[in-house]
Each structure stands twice: as structure tokens, then as C-alpha cells.
């Protein structure tokens, strides 16, 4: 992971960025690739819970909430 990538649930709040890579199992990833969280896709941190999980991320137009855990395993660079 290169200096200005982080993974999506280290992200600020309204932050932009741009999805590099989607890590965890084929199924994880296939069903995250569906949603239209693919690679060169623009994404923004929206929202957060209360208690920090899960997060929320607007993408193509949408919002997608992810667990922490699920957040972790996409990587991003930061617009």
C-alpha cells in the first residue's frame, strides 16, 4: 500500500476518494463489485454510527453501508 492509500474505514467523514482494491474472499468481492464498488470508482465517507460501525459511503449515486471489517478490505486513495 503506497503512501496516499488507506483503507475505506479510515476515511474522515465527507472525505473523498477512489477506490484502488478490493481484498477478502471471491464472494465478498464479487458481491461488493455488483453494488458498483469497483476499482478507479470515485467514493465519499457519509456518514458514521453512533458507535463508530457500521459506516456509510455514497458510490455511483447510492449509499452503501459496510461494517468496519468489510471497510478494511477495500483500499483507497485519497482525492
Do not use: C
Not at 484502488?20 to 458514521?48: C, H, K, N, S
Amino acid at each position: 500500500m503506497s503512501v496516499s492509500e488507506v483503507t475505506l474505514d479510515q476515511l474522515a467523514r465527507n472525505q473523498n476518494a477512489v477506490v484502488r482494491r478490493i481484498g477478502g474472499d471471491r464472494e465478498f468481492r464479487r458481491r461488493l463489485l455488483a453494488m458498483g464498488l469497483v476499482p478507479g470508482e470515485q467514493v465519499i465517507l457519509t456518514a458514521v454510527a453512533p458507535l463508530g460501525d457500521p459506516i456509510e459511503v455514497t458510490v455511483k449515486g447510492y449509499r452503501l453501508s459496510l461494517r468496519k471489517e468489510e471497510a478494511r478490505l477495500v483500499v483507497v486513495e485519497r482525492a
